[in-house]
């Protein structure tokens, strides 16, 4: 059962679910829409690149309108990573499952799911509609990617894209209502007690940087322990090795 709060678009085929979703937004629509494909011709990833999207898998972007600064966004994306991970737990079990900064979802070291948030600011810096887009293979993965990827179905599992779905709403649900209500916090410590750890390589804008992960700051950047004993804290970037 999809939590009332949400009302489900579901289209065949979409260039982008975002790219729906954004308009809407723009248009004055509601939180709460979530927008479904069942295939995407334009399917996005982060900084510009492009997400696999045929048939079978989970593509789906939900609009909130969180009363929160531009700075605050970021949460969701940890919301959404958590949604999807007790998505994958209630489908398929939780065995092998782990967080990858910033918003992957792994099982067993590949990549099966990922989270792209999108925001409308106003003229105060505040944010108008955010849009949360998810990923998730349920029974195809492209086998072409720098970081491995994977599917549900690959991992053992015979679950379906709306049981994925529905599950992935209410996690959502709870996990951005805990973040109204209680701040960061707690999703910061849902998130660090399955996350990938040990030494990781991180490529930024100023290059790679070796460390070992040693957690997650107050506004969801990594912090690295370098090994000359200092520490780095990255906003954006990509964990390219665990
Ligand atoms: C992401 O970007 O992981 C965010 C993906 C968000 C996709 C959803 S689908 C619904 C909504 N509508 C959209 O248009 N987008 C969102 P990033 O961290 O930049 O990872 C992208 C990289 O992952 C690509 O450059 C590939 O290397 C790899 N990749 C592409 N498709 C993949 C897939 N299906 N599974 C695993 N890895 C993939």
Redesign the pocket.
């Known amino acids: 059962m999809i939590p009332a709060f949400f009302r489900l678009e579901c289209h065949d085929q979409l260039g982008?679910?975002?790219?729906v979703a954004k308009q809407a937004a723009e248009a004055g629509a509601a939180e709460g829409l979530v927008v479904q494909a069942l295939r995407?011709t334009?399917?996005?990833?982060?900084?510009g690149?492009?997400?696999?999207?045929p048939e079978g898998?989970l593509?789906?972007?939900v609009l909130l309108r969180p009363a929160c600064a531009a700075q605050e966004a970021g949460h969701y994306s940890f919301v959404a990573a958590l949604a999807v991970y007790e998505a994958i737990a209630t489908t398929r079990g939780e065995d092998g499952v782990a967080f990858k900064w910033p918003?992957?979802v792994l099982i067993h070291g590949k990549?099966v799911s990922?989270?792209?948030i999108e925001t409308g600011l106003r003229a105060d810096g505040s944010v108008d509609w955010l849009v949360i887009?998810?990923?998730v293979?349920v029974s195809a993965?492209?086998k072409d990617?720098?970081?491995p990827?994977t599917s549900l179905w690959d991992e053992g599992a015979t679950t379906r894209v709306e049981a994925v779905r529905d599950a992935f709403l209410s996690g959502l649900h709870h996990w951005s209502q805990t973040l109204r209500r209680d701040g960061f916090d707690p999703v910061r410590r849902g998130w660090l007690a399955d996350a990938q750890r040990g030494p990781l390589t991180v490529r930024t804008q100023d290059g790679e940087t070796h460390g070992t992960f040693a957690g997650l700051d107050e506004k969801g950047g990594l912090i690295l322990r370098l090994a000359d004993g200092g520490e780095r804290v990255i906003y954006v970037g990509?964990v390219l090795r665990g």
Do not use: F, H
């Not at 334009?42 to 900084?47: E, I, Q």
């Open positions: 982008s679910t975002n790219d995407q334009a399917g996005r990833g982060r900084l690149r492009s997400w696999s999207s898998n593509y789906i972007s918003n992957d990549k990922g989270v792209l887009g998810v990923g293979n993965a492209p990617t720098p970081y990827a990509d």
